[in-house]
C-alpha cells in the first residue's frame, strides 16, 4: 500500500490511514514466512499498531478508514454517509456519535434506506441511538438536504449496493456534485473519506475525477491523501480530505 499525499496532511491522519508501502512490504514479507500462529502474533506484534490491524483485516481499506474515522469522531457529533449501502458504516458512525449525536444517511435506492434503518434499530436499543435522517435521495443533494459546515465527518463508499443490482452504481456526474458538496457541508476541523472502487465499468473514471477535485484544492485550507494497494489493482482506493480548522469562506479562495 502507498500513500500518496497530496498536501501536507496532519499527523493522525498519516499515521491512521496513510501507511507506507516499505512497511507494508516488510510486515507481509515476514507474515508470509512465519509457520505457526504464534509466529504470526509475533510478527504483528512488531509492526505499528494500525498496520497490524490493517494485515489482520485481509489489507482491508474500510479498516484504514474507519481507524481515520475514530480519530476525529465525538460523542455529539454531527456525521453525514453519504452512501449507506446496507447501513453496516452507518451503523459504525451512529456507534461512534452516541445518543447525543446526529446521523444523516443518504442512499438513492429505498432498499438501502430501509435496509440502513433495520440494521441501526435492531442493533442500537431506542435509548442509544442517535438522531437520524435517512434521505431516499441522490447524494448529489447533500449541501440541500444537510445544511452547509455542520458536519464532522462526511463519508462515501462509491459503486454499488452490496447483494443489488450491480449495474445501478454511483456515478462521475453525481459523485462530482456530491463531493463538492460535501466541500461545504463538512465543518473547519472535519474530514471528508472517499472509498473509490475501481474495478467495475466507470468506478476508474469516477476515482479520477474524485482525485482531480482533490488535486485542485488550496493546501492552505484543505489536507489530502490517497491510500492504494500497489500489488491489487482493481482494489479500492482510499482518499481522505482534511478541512483545515481556521474559519474560512469558500472552498478554493
Request: with cysteine.
Amino acid at each position: 500500500m502507498a500513500a500518496r499525499t497530496l498536501a501536507s496532511a496532519p499527523r493522525h491522519i498519516a499515521t491512521a490511514a496513510c501507511i507506507r508501502a516499505g512497511h507494508v512490504a516488510r510486515a507481509r514479507c515476514l507474515v508470509a514466512s512465519a509457520t505457526a500462529t504464534s509466529q504470526q502474533t509475533s510478527v504483528i506484534s512488531s509492526v505499528p499498531a494500525g498496520l497490524a490491524e490493517l494485515l489482520q483485516s485481509g489489507s482491508k481499506l474500510t479498516t484504514a478508514a474507519k481507524t481515520a474515522w475514530t480519530q476525529f469522531l465525538r460523542p455529539g457529533d454531527t456525521v453525514v454517509d453519504a452512501t449507506c449501502g446496507n447501513g453496516h458504516d452507518t451503523l459504525f458512525l451512529a456507534q461512534a456519535v452516541g445518543p447525543s449525536g446526529h446521523v444523516i444517511a443518504f442512499d438513492i435506492q429505498e432498499a438501502a434506506i430501509s435496509a440502513t434503518r433495520q440494521r441501526l434499530e435492531a442493533s442500537l436499543p431506542p435509548g442509544r441511538l442517535p438522531r437520524l435522517e435517512l434521505h431516499a435521495a441522490c447524494h448529489s443533494r447533500l449541501q440541500e438536504l444537510a445544511g452547509s459546515g455542520v458536519a464532522r465527518l462526511v463519508v462515501f463508499n462509491l459503486g454499488y449496493l452490496p447483494g443489488a443490482d450491480k449495474s445501478l452504481i454511483t456515478s462521475t456526474a453525481t459523485t462530482s456534485a456530491a463531493l463538492e458538496a460535501a466541500l461545504e457541508v463538512v465543518e473547519p476541523g472535519g474530514l471528508i473519506s472517499i472509498l473509490c472502487y475501481v474495478g467495475h465499468p466507470g468506478g476508474m473514471e469516477e476515482y479520477n475525477a474524485v482525485r482531480q477535485i482533490c488535486a485542485e484544492l488550496k493546501p492552505a485550507y484543505w489536507a489530502t491523501s490517497e491510500t492504494r494497494l500497489l500489488n491489487r489493482p482493481t482494489a479500492p482506493v482510499l482518499v481522505l480530505l482534511w478541512r483545515c480548522s481556521e474559519p474560512f469562506f469558500g472552498r478554493r479562495s
